[in-house]
């Protein structure tokens, strides 16, 4: 049993960037692949980014590319999405979920976990 708690969103004029934060519970967070997911208003959620349980696999929404990194501390317990040059459409509701399954980074099916969630505000 995993839970997880965001954290750090708020509101970030567009070209900002803000520093998102995912505190796990429990002693097995290295066995969970983690992601972050967001959604916005009117639309289904969808995927941002997602990191393997080592680290060592990364995978970034086409539209987060070069804008968003992601990257996990197992010994703190936390993942981490730095987002920079935010945009506009960069607004929603970021969650972020961890799930033991194969690495299927975009399918939300893999994750058995989730928090919450954070709202991310840019404004122009």
């Known amino acids: 049993q995993v839970q997880m708690v965001e954290s750090g969103g708020g509101l970030v004029q567009a070209g900002g960037s803000l520093r998102l934060s995912c505190a796990a519970s429990g002693r097995t967070f290295s066995r969970y692949n983690t992601g972050w997911f967001r959604q916005a208003p009117g639309k289904e959620r969808e995927f941002v980014a997602a990191?393997?349980?080592?680290?060592?696999?990364?995978s970034y929404a086409d539209s987060v590319k070069g804008r968003f990194t992601i990257s996990r501390n197992n010994a703190e317990n936390t993942v981490y999405l730095q987002m920079n040059n935010l945009k506009l459409e960069d607004t929603a509701v970021y969650y972020c979920a961890a799930g033991v399954t194969g690495w299927a980074p975009g399918s939300e099916s893999q994750y058995g976990y989730w928090g919450q969630g954070t709202q991310v505000t840019v404004s122009s």
């Open positions: 990191i393997s349980r080592s680290g060592l696999s990364k």
